[in-house]
């Protein structure tokens, strides 16, 4: 069943314990996002340092899919170069359109290739990565206050 | 209402089903299991067939040739509005407007009565009221300098009627209400809330897309001065919906929409309207629409619209028990299936609404989840989505049986520890 695809423990586990969540000490970039089709939202905060993600508060809710995501994305954010983590989320974003995962991604990100099975989900596993380049986008122009 | 119509021995599910073709597509290896008719209600094969048969044979431009096809195409349009008069109880023909869905019926009322409104007016709607019957509102508001009031809920998910006095006072010029709710299922006391209104000499709307084809419905007794409706939720074609009105409330009604069939006298500087309905009809309907809609009343008048209700009643009552019995279910609206129609949205502890549907789909049964285009009532009620599953004449107990079992799929899914 398809459903084995979608629902890999490793997708379950961040689910249910999911990483991120912790505040920031300091924050110098943030954007919400929002999935108007099924309510999903996240705000992402960013702390910026040197050109590297020195920190990451991906925080929100919404479905297990949107939720893992967000999870998965915040373990291997930190210490990424800007550009770097950009093309992370590139490629992931390629991977779901594919179906195949692509080893080359980090830490658990791979396991989400199943999604691209399941078309209508495709925005809840990229919710937490659009909101995340919005953030990047809003360091790079900081929003007008 | 006629309990003694409905004999539950005598509705027979299977020769319902079997005139559905959808119904005999199959999913996960089944039979579809189909609980979105709140979505669209699927079309029996007899109103398909009607639409085909308008394309085969009579496929004129209603309205517009002097030719026989015209004519023949003039006629099958003129007496689906008779239909749909007859049928809801419209004063005349003339009082049915066709429209694209309810959406653009709600929205050619609102943007109708732009030049009846001034600041300081204002416009009553109510918390749980789908998109379609909101933002043409929050527009007129924003072009009038009118303010919106809501109709609050009680805990249980139906309206607060005792807050009418004080909500509708003389500068109300609109109250605008859903019949039934999509996410609660509440049935509204329209009457009674229309009544509230003529005594300001507000006008008063009712959106009742979710309640035509599920229940007897006579527009003189709700007695608003506009009721609208999308055929494709009542067994019927997509791309219909209708407008009926008060003569002289539609006589209120500036045009939204400008162009052919809609006009009397065209000079290269202005035009004079062409009389009601006519005047907001403006282009070439979806004809073939128009002409298979008849054959849903049809089916619609064949199983009868109280022994609709009733089954529907019967389906909701069985599916509140079980849903009822499942920890950590919570249902929105009313407990008691007199007080809904036949739907029932519901948040889950454990399982979020987006997964729960996707879960269901798997196991071939198609449910709603999301915000079913009522986000702030979701914001209001404090969640951010919720399934949805929603009754049709096709549904049967052991659809419900199998939604139950889906719905326990996914709970093991989700409360395994990982
Ligand atoms: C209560 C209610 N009003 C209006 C609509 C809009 O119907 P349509 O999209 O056919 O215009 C719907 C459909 O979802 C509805 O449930």
Redesign the interface.
């Known amino acids: 069943m398809n459903l084995d695809a979608l629902y890999r423990e490793v997708i379950m586990a961040h689910h249910q314990n999911p990483h991120g969540r912790a505040p920031l000490d300091e924050v110098n970039a943030h954007a919400h996002g929002y999935n108007a089709s099924c309510g999903d939202e996240f705000d992402v905060n960013l702390k910026v340092e040197d050109g590297k993600i020195a920190g990451i508060q991906i925080d929100g809710h919404g479905c297990a899919i949107s939720q893992a995501a967000g999870s998965m994305l915040s373990q291997v954010a930190v210490g990424l170069k800007v550009e770097l983590l950009e093309e992370v989320i590139a490629a992931y974003r390629e991977m779901l359109k594919s179906g195949e995962p692509d080893s080359n991604l980090p830490g658990d990100l791979p396991v989400l290739s199943g999604v691209s099975k399941f078309p209508v989900r495709i925005k809840c596993a990229t919710l937490a990565m659009t909101t995340t380049l919005e953030a990047i986008l809003n360091f790079k122009a900081p929003e007008s206050k | 209402m006629n309990q003694a119509l409905y004999m539950p021995e005598r509705w027979d599910s299977d020769v319902i089903k079997r005139q559905f073709p959808t119904l005999s597509r199959q999913f996960a290896g089944k039979p579809l299991v189909y609980l979105d008719c709140a979505a669209t209600s699927l079309r029996p094969e007899s109103v398909i067939n009607e639409g085909c048969n308008f394309c085969r044979l009579h496929d004129g431009n209603p309205h517009r040739g002097m030719h026989a096809l015209s004519f023949e195409a003039t006629e099958v349009y003129e007496s689906s509005r008779e239909a749909v008069a007859k049928w809801l109880d419209a004063p005349s023909a003339s009082s049915v407007v066709i429209t694209r869905n309810a959406t653009s019926a709600i929205n050619l009322v609102a943007g109708g009565l732009r030049g009846e409104l001034v600041a300081g007016d204002n416009i009553v709607l109510s918390r749980m009221e789908h998109h379609a019957n909101l933002i043409p509102w929050q527009q007129l508001a924003a072009q009038t300098g009118a303010t919106l009031r809501f109709i609050e809920l009680s805990d249980d998910g139906q309206l607060n009627v005792n807050d009418l006095p004080r909500l509708i006072d003389e500068r109300t010029r609109v109250v605008a209400v859903t019949h039934v709710s999509n996410v609660l299922g509440t049935i509204n006391p329209v009457r009674l809330i229309a009544r509230a209104a003529r005594r300001v000499g507000a006008l008063s709307l009712v959106d009742s897309a979710q309640a035509v084809g599920h229940m007897p419905v006579s527009f003189r007794e709700l007695e608003v001065d506009y009721l609208v409706f999308s055929a494709h939720k009542c067994y019927g074609p997509a791309g219909l919906g209708f407008l009926i009105g008060k003569m002289d409330s539609l006589e209120r009604l500036s045009p939204v929409e400008y162009g052919g069939d809609m006009i009397e006298y065209v000079s290269f500087e202005e035009a004079t309207w062409a009389e009601i309905p006519q005047r907001f009809e403006a282009g070439t309907a979806n004809s073939q629409a128009v002409a298979a809609f008849p054959e849903s009343i049809r089916f619609i008048e064949s199983l009868g619209t109280d022994a609709i209700r009733a089954h529907e009643m019967h389906i909701l009552s069985y599916a509140l028990e079980k849903l009822q019995a499942i920890d950590g279910l919570k249902i929105l609206g009313p407990t008691s299936p007199r007080l809904r129609g036949g739907l029932v949205a519901f948040t889950d502890q454990y399982v979020?609404?987006?997964?729960m549907s996707?879960?269901l789909d798997?196991y071939g049964v198609a449910v709603r989840?999301?915000?079913h285009c009522a986000?702030p009532l979701?914001r209001h009620l404090g969640i951010?989505?919720s399934t949805r599953a929603s009754f049709g004449v096709y549904t049967t107990t052991e659809d419900i049986d199998a939604l139950i079992d889906a719905i326990q799929q996914a709970r093991q899914?989700?409360t395994?520890?990982?």
Do not use: S, V
């Not at chain 2, 979020?352 to 997964?355: L, Q």
């Open positions: 979020p609404p987006h997964d996707t879960i798997e989840a999301g915000h986000q979701h951010p989505a899914l989700f395994r520890k990982y």
